[in-house]
């Protein structure tokens, strides 16, 4: 019996190695060489590149280690080699960067980098072997994100086996303190099989010449494609200082389909494709870089440097992993007849605001090779800043504007001071009486509003600075600024748009019949809201509550087209609107995005076209959506409608990333509550103003750091989350962390490491049960041999056991310490047992993480959607 107490005891520690084996994931990767960095004292954030994040995942940290650049428009490489041998997929990227002092970054795979030093200058190369880019990260860029079970191949027989950062320094002002660098971006690798590999397809023109003086050079680009079918997501386009606009199409059947055109002056990070497009056997691709000559004493060429040129269309794509193919390129123009059926957008440049411009200086430039040898060098730009989420949107409790005695609020706007501009019915209300059936206005006899309706608040302290619009409206509406501080107004009483400043008595311009609805070139029905174009000047009118379209005219008043049409009965189709309500531009990404309120979304359009490019829509919004604002650098800001009966969803402002749609915050009001919010604008610092038409206020609302706890919404539940990686996002971004925080993260991180990936409560179990079968066993066995041997027995059974059964036993006591007998195996951390949380963790499982296997597919996965007054 003695024999089979120990069989059972070695069959235990067999099964506790067994166990321990989960303690570490990373005992399934290779140990990489480098544990710790040499980082810059100044550099406080985590110095081990490989950090883990479960049984099959880790996140590679690609930071640059510590380095100050001498002058601007520096390129600096630094290169990091796979952690692991066998394949793996990267499946998500997160920058660790400021535009304060990166202009932007690239992440290459190749397996030969250009140098083995810590960093080099990057006019050595990237590598010099084949490189693909992976990821781009630039100022006022949208970030590139990945499709769900979509992944990068890396290591094993065919993947890279190295990564290499270059990060271009542009305007090194920053870094007069000295101070060190630790820029980056941190990456989410994954041994887990990815259903979809992506790859890059590169079009590139190489005999380009461009005279001297010419106008309008066109470089075009077109190959047939003779591969599985692949599904695009992400493009790029690359050209130096000639370059005005870079456009990218399918061509399928005579028919050409877009994938994305912008300006190469812009900064050159991967847009995402706005419709899905794939591409089958068969099918072209197609290409055109527009250029200037104008400026130029010779010809230029094709080239690397900066007086030559470039023009390059990447496209981001995915497969079927059991076709994947990860890198493809095209040079050739295999039908230029073709291209007299281009449409015609791919002729016209985009106009870039001189701030938007990138910073191309000396000869960092981008060069390419076809063949197995490569070297990518470019500038580009971000999302950090643009996209960060780490913020709270709440109201400014202590700003008195909310005590302004106001008439109906239904517009406002911010001034070239970014003073606020209000825009209020004074004493006239839009109520039942206010028109027939016709939408004739019905208390012309009230006259105009007496009082002034267009107030100029001062932002910090809510004084009135100025005000106009005595005696000319009825009922107010819409509100917009325009570049040179003109007011554009809308008045649904007048069914008119007026263009004023804020001393003349008189209009400057006036659009519409006074009193008079109608729904043609010269008519409006109770058009709602206005935007002006800030390049071209054209004006955007949304008609309204009785039209459903969007107006554009010339900057003097020219019509110059319309789109849009009434909803029709079932689910509201796209170009479609009940009531588009407000406007916003998003200059950057040339759209218009309009608030189509009884409709419940948000709509976008390209500006110069009027060609229907994303729908926005969340259940949180409810059934309308009254109004919509955009920031420079990637806010979206909104505010919904009052629930109907029966709704769930309350009156709230949203904040949204404009690239992805996704709601990142949403916020009410401390004092008062929302009644109808009408309208909403937002300053590039997060400062959020909602004017309310009912409640007859505006709140003003700031930016503030997030909390630790903070209250999500995930498919319309809230739950309560308490994000144990803000702590290592805090440490990979050089944040301090407070010490709470730490302890928190530090506690559920230690429950990670005994058992990252599974039940924490299932190991202990496991471990436990044979204990106790084990002592039950022996105190049976104990008692048997009492009685049969009497008090022999006892030291005859300790005589056989005692060795083993002392290992469990802890100092000076007879109890069971597993803290004691686990620390004599290798590798142990008593963190595991001596401090076991009994509470659990409160942080919630996102359910898109789930890891069920799923059948294999040849489609692509469906893309992300994501009253009056």
């Known amino acids: 019996m003695a024999g089979l107490i120990n069989n059972l005891l070695i069959l235990m520690l067999v099964f506790q190695n067994s166990c321990l084996g989960f303690r570490n ?56 080699h796979l952690p692991m041998d066998e394949e793996a997929y990267v499946v998500d990227f997160r920058p660790q960067a400021s535009m304060d002092t990166v202009h932007h970054m690239l992440l290459f795979g190749c397996n030969v980098p250009s140098s083995t030093d810590n960093y080099w200058d990057c006019d050595e190369g990237t590598c010099t072997d084949k490189s693909n880019i992976l990821y781009a990260w630039a100022r006022n860029a949208p970030p590139t994100r990945l499709p769900k079970g979509v ?42 099989r990815q259903p979809l590999i992506a790859g890059m397809y590169l079009m590139m023109s190489v005999n380009t010449v461009i005279p001297p003086g010419e106008k309008v050079v066109d470089a075009d680009i077109a190959c047939r494609y003779q591969q599985y079918p692949m599904h695009l997501f992400a493009y790029r386009v690359h050209t130096h200082r000639l370059g005005k606009v870079v456009s990218g199409y399918r061509v399928r059947n005579g028919q050409w389909t877009l994938i994305g055109r912008q300006s190469p002056q812009l900064p050159q990070a991967f847009y ?50 059991k076709h994947a193919v990860s890198y493809m390129t095209c040079t050739q123009n295999i039908n230029p007849d073709m291209f007299r059926n281009i449409p015609q957008e791919a002729n016209i440049p985009i106009p870039v605001k001189s701030d938007m411009i990138m910073m191309t200086h000396g000869h960092h430039e981008e060069t390419e090779k076809t063949d197995d040898s490569s070297s ?89 600075l100025d005000s106009t619009g005595k005696n000319l409206f009825y009922l107010p509406h819409g509100l917009s600024i325009d570049k040179d501080g003109n007011y554009w107004v809308t008045d649904v009483a007048l069914h008119q748009v007026f263009k004023l400043r ?39 009118v949304s008609d309204g509550y009785c039209n459903s379209r969007i107006v554009v005219f010339s900057p003097n008043g020219m019509f110059i087209m319309q789109w849009g049409e009434e909803t029709s009965v079932g689910k509201a189709k796209p170009g479609q609107f009940q009531i588009p309500h407000s406007l916003t531009l998003i200059p950057e990404f040339g759209q218009l995005c309009v608030a189509d309120r009884e409709n419940g979304r948000i709509q976008c359009f390209r500006s110069e076209t009027g060609e229907f490019t994303r729908e926005i829509k969340h259940k949180l919004f409810g059934r309308e959506l009254f109004a919509v604002s955009y920031t420079r650098g990637g806010l979206l800001f909104a505010v919904n409608g009052m629930p109907h009966p029966g709704d769930i969803e309350p009156l709230q402002g949203f904040v949204m990333n404009f690239s992805t749609g996704e709601i990142i915050d949403t916020f009410v009001p401390v004092r008062k509550t929302f009644e109808m919010p009408h309208d909403i604008v937002a300053a590039e610092d997060k400062t959020v103003y909602v004017g309310d038409a009912h409640a007859k206020t505006v709140w003003k609302f700031t930016a503030t750091e997030k909390m630790e706890h903070r209250s999500v919404k995930k498919a319309g539940i809230e739950v309560q989350e308490i994000k144990a990686e803000a702590v290592l996002e805090a440490r990979l971004k050089n944040k301090p962390v407070s010490t709470e925080s730490q302890k928190k993260w ?71 310490n597993l803290g004691n007998f686990f620390a004599s195996r290798k590798g142990y951390s008593r963190k595991g047992f001596d401090r076991l949380s009994t509470e659990g963790s409160d942080q919630e499982k996102d359910e898109d993480d789930g890891t069920d296997s799923e059948e294999e597919y040849s489609a692509p996965p469906p893309p992300a959607v994501s009253s009056s007054s």
């Open 376 to 464: 990518l060098k470019q500038p580009k730009r971000e999302e950090e800043e643009v996209l960060d989420q780490d913020f709270h949107i709440e109201e400014a409790v202590d700003w008195p504007g909310v005590n302004l005695k106001l008439g109906q609020v239904s517009g406002l706007a911010l001034d070239t001071k970014n003073n606020l501009v209000i825009f209020h019915r004074g004493d006239h209300v839009w109520d039942e009486n206010s028109f027939d059936s016709s939408f004739v206005y019905q208390q012309r006899g009230l006259g105009p509003i007496e009082q002034n309706t267009i107030l100029v608040i001062d932002p910090s302290n809510a004084e009135v």
């Open 151 to 192: 992944g990068f191949k890396v290591g094993g027989e065919t993947g890279s086996k190295y990564f290499v950062l270059q990060v271009h320094y542009g305007d090194i002002s920053a870094f007069k303190d000295k101070h060190k660098d630790c820029s980056g971006v941190t990456l989410h690798l994954t041994r887990q």
């Open 502 to 540: 804020v001393h003349d008595k008189e209009p400057l311009l006036i659009l519409g019949r006074s009193l008079q609805p109608g729904s043609d070139k010269n008519h409006f029905c109770q058009p709602t809201d206005v935007a002006v174009d800030p390049v071209t000047g054209n004006v955007y």
């Open 25 to 80: 994931p990373l005992s399934v990767f290779k140990r990489y060489k480098d544990t710790t960095r040499s980082f810059s004292s100044e550099c406080l954030g985590n110095n081990r590149p490989v950090i883990s994040l479960g049984l099959t995942d880790v996140a590679l940290d690609i930071r640059m280690p510590g380095v100050t650049p001498k002058q601007s428009d520096t390129y600096l490489c630094m290169s990091l």
């Open 746 to 816: 530090e506690k559920h991180h230690m429950v990670e490491q005994a058992s990252p990936g599974i039940s924490f409560v299932l190991i202990t179990t496991l471990l436990i049960i044979p204990v106790v079968v084990l002592l039950a066993i022996a105190v049976l066995i104990r008692w048997r041999k009492t009685r049969v041997y009497g008090a022999d027995a006892e030291h005859k059974l300790e005589s056989t056991s005692g060795r083993i059964l002392g290992r469990l036993q802890g100092k000076g006591s007879g109890g069971l």
């Open 272 to 321: 995402p494709v706005e419709h899905p497009v794939d591409i089958s056997f068969g099918d072209t691709l197609a290409a055109r870089c527009v250029f200037t000559g104008e400026g130029r004493t010779t010809d230029t060429h094709i080239g690397g440097t900066a007086s030559d040129e470039m023009c390059n269309f990447y496209i981001m794509y995915y497969m079927e992993a």
